[in-house]
């Protein structure tokens, strides 16, 4: 990654594809000077009109010939995206006609952005942060409304300013220590009760925000579900009539499903990453024997399961098999089949596993799907305890994980009598992950993994 500032950068910052408009972004020491070269401009001066909208001609200068008329915005670098020279070109959104633009702001003397430069630059110059950074990127693949909510609360600093405030308590729980050494031959100044309430007081907020990570993934990531069941049973019968297209085969026999298949859907906004795959029985041929092998580890990893039972039939071995080793896991029980004559012993299913949410539905009419998806997310995403801030990140959330480690040791120490001093060391260890997770100190990898996973042109 090219970290020269003084380069000016150019990228198309619009999606891929055709569109309305299409935005061209420069930034950079030369960004006004080079956007002149390729965009004359008729009504105004943008230099005496910062941000505002000044029209004219994109034109190719050595040929003179126009291309396209669009707009050009001037941001000053006091008032702009990179805190840099900042200059949008608004144009005809034609990938070609953009492809085109680029290309002559290149040859004007930009250079072509790297994924995520135009931000890695704002938190170059100190503008934002790097949770922030993460933020932005994450609003803009933000796939349901309450994660692009979470998101902008994070690029508006509030996860910030919750890692600001854990410092100065921090910092004020390192002076108490302090202050308590200083004047250890007079009367202490600090009781050691003191320091055990802040220090617990630090713990319980700190564990609050590791255990926000479960929701933070699902809502970024999405949870995965897998649909588990006997052969014949109507997994993908159901799989497909949740997903309301007909993606899986369905047979009227057994082993049919052999390779898993991932689909995603939204439930009243979380991404549910939906696997369909091999029924668990009796194989016939090796080929299922390996699908069925496949199948019961993705299960073991998903994050819930539909343990879809075939209530036209008698239960069997298996059906107890799969509910006792899968009885962990978040799991909904469908009945499917309803529209058929029932044979199943429910009863006797339901006590083999007490206390698990339970449906009939019909995956082949439709009947009771309602039913399901509330239960579905009444089960595998519960609404989480009432939370400020929610981390989306396995970085962030392991930084976090080691600072409370860090105060539990230092709780510890503080509980079998130790010194003031190791107490404080091991208080002192938890401000350079502060550092690191706000970015003050940062890696040129961390950088990098952060960063390549933006999009060029943001
Ligand atoms: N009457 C009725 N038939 C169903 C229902 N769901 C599935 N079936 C039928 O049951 C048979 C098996 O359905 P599939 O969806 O292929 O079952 P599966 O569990 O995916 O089977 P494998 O992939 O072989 O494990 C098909 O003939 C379906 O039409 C239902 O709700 N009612
Ligand atoms: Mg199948």
Same mark, same amino acid.
């Given at each position: 990654?090219?970290?020269?500032?003084?380069?000016?950068?150019?990228?198309?910052?619009?999606? #891929?594809?055709?569109?309305?408009?299409?935005?061209?972004?420069?930034?950079?020491?030369?960004? =006004?000077?080079?956007?002149?070269?390729?965009?004359?401009?008729?009504?105004?001066?943008? #230099? #005496?009109?910062?941000?505002?909208?000044?029209?004219?001609?994109?034109?190719?200068?050595?040929?003179?010939?126009?291309?396209?008329?669009?707009?050009?915005?001037?941001?000053?670098?006091?008032h702009s995206y990179t805190r840099?020279?900042?200059?949008?070109?608004?144009?005809?959104?034609?990938?070609?006609?953009?492809?085109?633009?680029?290309?002559?702001?290149?040859?004007?003397? #930009?250079?072509?952005?790297?994924?995520?430069?135009?931000?890695?630059?704002?938190?170059?110059?100190?503008?934002?942060?790097?949770?922030?950074?993460?933020?932005?990127?994450?609003?803009?693949?933000?796939?349901?409304?309450?994660?692009?909510?979470?998101?902008?609360?994070?690029?508006?600093?509030?996860?910030?300013?919750?890692?600001?405030?854990?410092?100065?308590?921090?910092?004020?729980?390192?002076?108490?220590? $302090?202050?308590?050494?200083?004047?250890?031959? $007079?009367?202490?100044?600090?009781?050691?009760?003191?320091?055990?309430?802040?220090? %617990?007081?630090?713990?319980?907020?700190?564990?609050?925000?590791?255990?926000?990570?479960?929701?933070?993934?699902?809502?970024?990531?999405?949870?995965?579900?897998?649909?588990?069941?006997?052969?014949?049973?109507?997994?993908?019968?159901?799989?497909?009539?949740?997903?309301?297209? $007909?993606?899986?085969?369905?047979?009227?026999?057994?082993?049919?499903?052999?390779?898993?298949?991932?689909?995603?859907?939204?439930?009243?906004?979380?991404?549910?990453?939906?696997?369909?795959?091999?029924?668990?029985?009796?194989?016939?041929?090796?080929?299922?024997?390996?699908?069925?092998?496949?199948? !019961?580890? =993705?299960?073991?990893?998903?994050?819930?399961?539909?343990?879809?039972? %075939?209530?036209?039939?008698?239960?069997?071995?298996?059906?107890? !098999?799969?509910?006792?080793?899968?009885?962990?896991?978040?799991?909904?029980?469908?009945?499917?089949?309803?529209?058929?004559?029932?044979?199943?012993n429910r009863d006797k299913i339901?006590?083999?596993?007490?206390?698990?949410?339970?449906?009939?539905?019909?995956?082949?009419?439709?009947?009771?799907? %309602?039913?399901?998806?509330?239960?579905?997310?009444?089960?595998?995403?519960?609404?989480?305890?009432?939370?400020?801030?929610?981390?989306?990140?396995?970085?962030?959330?392991?930084?976090?994980?080691?600072?409370?480690?860090?105060?539990?040791?230092?709780?510890?120490?503080?509980e079998e009598g130790y010194g003031?001093?190791?107490?404080?060391?091991?208080?002192?260890?938890?401000?350079?992950?502060?550092?690191?997770?706000?970015?003050?100190?940062?890696?040129? $990898?961390?950088?990098?993994?952060?960063?390549?996973?933006?999009?060029?042109?943001?």
């Open positions: 990654m090219n970290q020269t500032l003084e380069d000016t950068i150019i990228a198309v910052s619009t999606p #891929a594809g055709p569109g309305g408009i299409g935005i061209i972004r420069l930034s950079g020491p030369e960004a =006004l000077p080079i956007a002149r070269k390729i965009f004359s401009i008729r009504d105004r001066d943008p #230099a #005496a009109s910062p941000r505002m909208m000044c029209f004219g001609y994109l034109h190719d200068p050595e040929s003179g010939e126009v291309l396209d008329a669009g707009y050009l915005c001037y941001f000053p670098a006091t840099e020279e900042v200059v949008e070109l608004n144009l005809h959104g034609s990938p070609v006609l953009l492809a085109e633009a680029v290309k002559l702001g290149i040859k004007a003397g #930009a250079r072509l952005a790297h994924p995520g430069e135009f931000t890695l630059r704002a938190y170059l110059h100190g503008r934002i942060d790097i949770i922030q950074a993460e933020a932005i990127n994450d609003l803009i693949r933000a796939c349901s409304l309450d994660q692009a909510r979470v998101s902008f609360r994070q690029l508006e600093g509030s996860l910030s300013r919750k890692m600001a405030a854990i410092r100065e308590k921090v910092v004020e729980l390192l002076s108490l220590v $302090e202050t308590s050494l200083e004047f250890a031959e $007079e009367e202490p100044e600090v009781s050691p009760d003191q320091l055990r309430d802040t220090l %617990d007081e630090l713990i319980t907020d700190l564990g609050k925000l590791v255990r926000s990570y479960e929701q933070g993934r699902a809502m970024l990531e999405g949870l995965s579900v897998a649909i588990l069941g006997k052969t014949n049973v109507g997994k993908s019968t159901l799989f497909n009539a949740l997903l309301e297209e $007909e993606r899986a085969i369905v047979t009227p026999y057994p082993g049919t499903t052999r390779d898993f298949i991932r689909e995603n859907i939204l439930l009243d906004g979380v991404l549910i990453k939906l696997v369909d795959m091999a029924g668990f029985g009796q194989a016939q041929h090796p080929v299922e024997e390996e699908g069925m092998v496949r199948g !019961q580890r =993705l299960a073991e990893k998903a994050d819930g399961l539909l343990l879809v039972l %075939d209530a036209s039939r008698k239960e069997t071995r298996e059906d107890f !098999q799969l509910l006792e080793k899968f009885g962990q896991k978040k799991m909904v029980l469908v009945f499917n089949k309803a529209d058929l004559e029932p044979k199943i339901l006590a083999a596993s007490p206390g698990a949410p339970w449906v009939e539905v019909s995956a082949l009419t439709g009947e009771n799907l %309602d039913e399901l998806k509330k239960l579905m997310l009444r089960t595998f995403s519960p609404p989480a305890e009432k939370q400020e801030e929610i981390i989306l990140h396995e970085r962030q959330k392991t930084l976090v994980e080691n600072m409370k480690q860090d105060l539990e040791r230092a709780r510890r120490l503080l003031e001093e190791l107490v404080a060391e091991a208080v002192r260890e938890v401000l350079p992950a502060i550092g690191q997770l706000t970015g003050e100190v940062s890696s040129q $990898e961390v950088l990098e993994e952060i960063f390549s996973r933006f999009c060029i042109g943001k």
